[in-house]
């Protein structure tokens, strides 16, 4: 079983840091990728970043620059350090794990709340 946790998450002040954690509490899988993804008030759920097997890094524009993904694939775990934040960063993150074979993002945190606010 894939038992996703987050923590790191709470209030921050604009141009303050944060940094989220995940770790898989069940069973270590083999992913396909890890990520981080966001779901604002009133917004879609967005992928924020994401790390794969391999390496390869990908961030999502409104991100680059601020936001630095890492991470142990092999060990389940991904980060996601913030730094800069601005108001429009408020939002649920969720982590989320790629399955190797589906290559669908299939398994989810239940989300930690970051609210960027004076």
């Known amino acids: 079983q894939v038992q996703l946790v987050e923590s790191g998450g709470g209030l921050v002040q604009p141009g303050g840091s944060l940094r989220l954690s995940c770790v898989n509490s069940?069973?270590?899988?083999?992913?396909?990728?890890m990520g981080w993804y966001r779901q604002g008030p009133g917004k879609e759920r967005e992928l924020v970043a994401s790390?794969?097997?391999?390496?390869?890094?990908n961030y999502a524009d409104s991100v680059k620059g601020r936001f630095t993904i890492s991470g142990d694939n092999a060990k389940n775990t991904v980060f996601l350090q913030m730094n800069s934040m601005k108001s429009e960063d408020t939002a649920v993150y969720y982590c989320?794990?790629?399955?190797?074979?589906?290559?669908?993002?299939?398994?989810w945190g239940q989300g930690t709340q970051v609210t960027v606010s004076s």
């Open positions: 989320s794990a790629m399955n190797v074979f589906s290559l669908r993002w299939a398994y």
């Open positions: 069940g069973s270590i899988f083999r992913f396909n990728a």
């Open positions: 790390i794969s097997r391999a390496g390869n890094i």
